[in-house]
């Protein structure tokens, strides 16, 4: 039986064993949105009699137990399957043995190369609750979380969807300021578009400018403590 192999695209050129994978595989699935991206690299003329697109995940698992066993199969997913993508549960769902996972850069590594900070001391999060609003998936946190961890971290990156916006995100931190007498003007946020894509944007600013804002998807958000401290109160600030 041929093993899974989970590619991820978005950012860079993919290398020669993904490419090579692509080029015998017998179908490749992918979003609608990934097709798009998947549009504008070099193997996509070569293959793309063989890519299948499908919207809901429920359906490319499916189609991946019904057809396995007499198709190669090749996933396309998104930067790093593996970094709060769809890695983690093929791998449960099919084996470890079954599965082989080739990741791009991950959306967050991305971000902070654009904005020129280092995030080996920053705290990751996904905000995302699945591609179907309906049945969102329970997360470790949410909005109500975000200033804890900016009083125990003084960076923190975050994985939106649609629902948990950048302007989701931006008045969370601005209500906790009114209800616990904390300077918003100590933080500074980045909102990271489209990235990897022509038209992608970075919009950098205080919650009080991202609020009531509109951005486009996909992004991510990154929040810096500018101060040590942002008690109004606190001699050290």
């Known amino acids: 039986m041929a093993k899974i192999t989970v590619i991820g695209i ?63 199969i090749a ?33 967050i590594q991305v971000a902070f190369s654009r904005i020129k900070e280092s995030w080996d001391d920053a705290f990751l999060i996904s905000l995302h609750g699945g591609p179907d609003p309906a049945r969102r998936r329970k997360l470790p946190y949410e ?26 995100v931006a008045e969370a931190l601005m209500r906790h300021a009114r209800e616990r007498d904390v300077l918003p003007s100590g933080l500074r946020m980045y909102v990271c578009e489209k990235l990897g894509y022509p038209d992608e944007r970075i919009t950098g600013g205080r919650p009080e400018e991202i609020a009531g804002r509109s951005f486009s998807e996909p992004n991510v958000v990154i929040i810096m403590r500018e101060d040590k401290s942002l008690r109004k109160n606190d001699p050290a600030g």
């Open 10 to 72: 978005g950012y860079k050129p993919l290398g020669g064993e993904a490419s090579e994978i692509l080029g015998r595989a017998d179908v490749i699935l992918a979003s609608g949105r990934l097709y798009e991206v998947f549009r504008g690299y070099a193997e996509f003329e070569k293959t793309a009699d063989r890519v299948k697109v499908i919207d809901n995940i429920e359906q490319t698992f499916a189609f991946i137990r019904d057809n396995r066993r007499t198709l190669s």
């Open 143 to 168: 909005l109500e979380d975000i200033p804890g961890l900016l009083e125990k971290w003084r960076k923190v990156a975050v994985l939106t969807d649609a629902a948990k916006n950048p302007p989701a």
């Open 75 to 107: 996933l396309l997913a998104s930067g790093d399957p593996l970094f709060f993508g769809i890695g983690k549960r093929i791998t449960e769902e099919f084996g470890r043995e079954a599965v082989e996972i080739i990741p791009d850069l991950s959306s």
